[in-house]
Every structure is written in C-alpha cells, then in structure tokens.
C-alpha cells in the first residue's frame, strides 16, 4: 500500500515562529501536495510540486513556502507563524495512471497534522 | 473557473438505510475526473470512487455509486445499506488537464443506530 507520512499529528507553535512540516511518500510519485483544510472552506492548495526542485503555487500561498529537495520528501514552511494560519494540514501525493492514455490521476493523503499556533 | 459546491454541510441517515450526497460543479472542459473522497474521524482522507467524464455509465464500487449527470454537472454519490463506518466527512472533488484538485467544502455524514 502507498504510504503518505506526516511528521507530526499536532503541533502547538508560538506567533513569529518558524515552522516546518514534513512530508514523505514511499511510492516514487512525481507530484505532491500541501493543502489547508478548514470548516466551511473544504480544501485549499497551498503549493505543489510535480518534481525535485520544481514547485507552483496554488491558491492560497501567501505565507508559506515548499522545498522539495528529494523526490519522496516535500516540505512545507512557515516562514513566521501567525494566529490565522491555525489550521488542519494535508499532504498529498499522485501519479499518473497509464501515462499517455489521457489524464488519469490518483492521489494519496496523509493522515494531517493539527497546528495550532498561539 | 472550475468550482465545487457541496450544499449540504451535514447529512443523517439510519443504519442499513440508503442516503445521497449532493455535488454540482460549474466547468468548460469536456474532459475532466470527478471523485469523492472520504475523510474518517482518523482524518486519512481514502478515494471512495471515480467517474471519467467521458463514460456515460455511472461508477459503482460496492455499496456506492455515483449518479453523474454531465449536462446539469451533477455529480451526487449514493450510499446503500449505510454502516456505522460510513460516518465521515465527504468531499467530493474535481481535477482536469492540471495537477490541481477542486475540492467542495464537504458533507458531514452521520449514522444513526
């Protein structure tokens, strides 16, 4: 089975701090995904990345920064936490069904980690 | 723009008894995925089932299945002989030509024994 990990299930941070949330894959997949989810809002796409060193950003980037230094590993950042930014976050990872056969997508999640920041 | 619309925040439904969540969405493409995902009190969010927007059969996967009708962009799912387990947070989602996923705000469903 595909395996999304996140570092941490909660996490309790300081306004100003800096803040790093980790995230692995153990399938080789091209493309991973950082998402907030909040009540009433679903899913929002923080960045996303579909290769080593390549990153886009999605719609709500303010904020946060990516790294993706290593293929299975995608790390989102806080560059100074702030109150608003508390908030469930998903990682997410996909790949490519049949490749060339048109676009067909499957997307794994992690389990999410809780940051409250205070 | 693509977007999701999910009208129901909450849904109830008796154990063993059927139920169906409501999703529109508005696009231009033709071709494109629909999906929903569910989301357990754990939070691990699993794909429950998929529909190409190019198939005219609905999908089924057990005990769920989708009625997706592609002129009203309808996308709603149907849950038979609903379980204890079925209770999550549902999402239903849409994705075409890009990596971006477009997700509703999702429907809380609860099972009633």
């Known amino acids: 089975d595909v395996k999304v990990t996140q570092s941490s299930r909660y996490l309790v941070k300081r306004t100003g701090e800096k803040v790093f949330l980790e995230c692995v894959q153990d399938?080789?997949?091209?493309?991973m995904f950082w998402y907030r989810q909040d009540p009433g809002l679903g899913l929002r796409l923080i960045y996303f990345?579909?290769?080593?060193?390549?990153?886009e950003k999605g719609d709500i980037p303010e904020g946060y920064s990516v790294s993706r230094e290593k293929k299975e590993r995608f790390s989102l950042i806080l560059e100074s936490a702030s109150t608003n930014q508390t908030s469930m976050y998903l990682c997410?990872?996909?790949?490519?069904?049949?490749?060339?056969?048109?676009?067909?997508?499957?997307?794994?999640f992690g389990p999410g980690t809780r940051l409250t920041v205070l | 723009a693509q977007t999701v619309t999910q009208s129901q925040p909450e849904m109830s439904v008796q154990e063993a008894e059927t139920v169906t969540l409501s999703c529109t969405y508005d696009?231009?493409?033709?071709?494109?995925?629909l999906f929903w995902y569910k989301q357990p009190p754990s939070r691990q969010m699993i794909l429950v089932i998929r529909?190409?927007?190019?198939?005219?059969q609905n999908a089924t996967e057990n005990r769920f299945s989708v009625n997706f009708q592609k002129a009203a962009k309808s996308f709603s799912l149907k849950i038979s002989d609903s379980q204890l387990g079925d209770a999550a947070m549902y999402f239903c989602?849409?994705?075409?030509?890009?990596?971006?996923?477009?997700f509703g705000t999702g429907t809380r469903l609860k099972v009633l024994a």
């Open positions: 529909q190409e927007a190019y198939k005219q």
């Open positions: 990345s579909y290769d080593v060193k390549m990153k």
């Open positions: 399938m080789d997949h091209e493309n």
């Open positions: 997410a990872s996909s790949f490519l069904l049949n490749p060339g056969v048109g676009l067909r997508h499957r997307e794994f």
């Open positions: 989602a849409y994705l075409s030509g890009t990596y971006k996923y477009i």
């Open positions: 696009t231009s493409e033709s071709d494109y995925y």
